[in-house]
């Protein structure tokens, strides 16, 4: 029995030309092979419905625990439909991938994309179609990639589903996003940059968060929101010894591929998190071997030019010129900086602290 309701599609077969249909075949066969017993959750995302099937359980309760904040009752009709098909054999004939370009290789995952078209290629054991104009997509995945619900959400459903969120307006951008005063900053960098550790920090003292890793950008009346997007934090161990805080934290998750542990934040820090603020700084972070901290202002060229690292554009052809957009508003709407974070915790806390009062004060002015 199929518990939710699902959206009709056309069920006409597949091309190499990556019809308007292009997932629809995919489904059929998903439904085929697996029968009817589904497991459909709907979530609301900054006013942007995803509906995500699966025939899985397990994957179904990994997506829900990803996207629970947004969890909400089934709708007929939801702005990104999303169907992920678990098997023991990941059959070629399943879902094709046709001659396409290439858009993205990060060796665990490929993407692909031929006109309206986008495929996700894990090399772990997933395919999966998204059709960038009728936000669908739907795929296959076999079943050993349940091991690990970050496989799940981070490898099989996130790419393709950020893609879609960015047709319909929200654009993900790889940053922690803190909130003080009703302003968000933004503290942009790769993994190990120290992100997590001056949320943390920042957290202890009484601020905000919008998330720990991935904050939502919309433009709004000329201006720049971000908009949470509140996973639990990831921490490596030698954050864990740095903070004695955590010590309380009761379990950690533990992600060997990715080296982390996570947690739930408002174990620690209960009403910490906030759901949007304008970005008033944002902060380029990178880890140093002195004590001490240091911060230089960046121009709004420069501050651009960084952030588009971060904004996830490598699969993006349809959206390009309007992610630049929100971006160059950004860069133009906050004031940025670049900070070489010293090991001094304290020290660290009261920069970051004098770099948000400079902007207020100028604000004031």
Not at 170 to 185: C, T, W, Y
Request: include cysteine; glycine fraction near 6%.
């Amino acid at each position: 029995m199929i518990r939710g309701a699902i959206r009709k599609t056309d069920c006409s077969s597949m091309t190499k030309d990556c019809h308007p249909d292009a997932g629809a075949e995919q489904v059929r066969l998903g439904k085929k092979r697996c029968g009817a017993d589904l497991v459909v959750n709907t979530f609301d995302v900054h006013g942007i419905t995803t509906r995500a099937t699966t025939n899985d359980p397990r994957a179904a309760e990994a997506l829900a625990t990803f996207l629970e904040p947004f969890a909400v009752a089934p709708l007929a009709e939801v702005d990104i439909d999303f169907h992920l098909f678990f098997v023991d054999d990941l059959a070629e004939e399943m879902s094709p991938v046709p001659e396409a370009s290439l858009l993205y290789d990060w060796g665990a995952l490929k993407v692909y994309h031929r006109h309206a078209c986008r495929f996700l290629v894990v090399e772990r054991g997933a395919r999966v179609t998204a059709d960038v104009e009728q936000c669908t997509a739907a795929g296959f995945a076999a079943r050993n990639l349940l091991e690990s619900d970050w496989l799940v959400t981070n490898l099989c459903f996130y790419p393709l589903w950020a893609q879609l969120l960015k047709m319909n307006g929200l654009f993900p951008l790889h940053a922690a996003g803190l909130v003080r005063d009703g302003k968000a900053s933004l503290f942009l960098g790769r993994s190990g940059s120290g992100k997590s550790t001056l949320s943390l920090n920042l957290l202890r003292s009484g601020f905000g968060l919008l998330s720990d890793d991935t904050v939502f950008l919309r433009e709004q009346d000329g201006e720049v929101e971000a908009l949470s997007f509140p996973e639990e934090i990831n921490v490596r161990k030698e954050t864990i010894e740095l903070l004695p805080e955590l010590s309380r934290v009761e379990s950690f998750n533990e992600n060997e591929l990715r080296r982390k542990s996570s947690f739930d934040v408002e174990e620690l820090y209960p009403g910490c998190l906030e759901t949007a603020a304008k970005p008033a700084v944002m902060i380029f972070p990178r880890i140093g071997n002195a004590a001490e901290t240091e911060a230089e202002p960046m121009k709004p060229t420069e501050a651009l030019s960084e952030s588009l690292r971060y904004g996830f554009f490598f699969m993006d052809p349809a959206t390009t010129g309007r992610h630049f957009q929100v971006l160059s508003q950004l860069a133009r709407q906050a004031s940025s900086f670049r900070l070489l974070s010293g090991s001094d915790q304290q020290e660290l806390e009261r920069t970051v602290r004098k770099l948000l009062d400079s902007v207020a004060a100028d604000g004031d002015n």
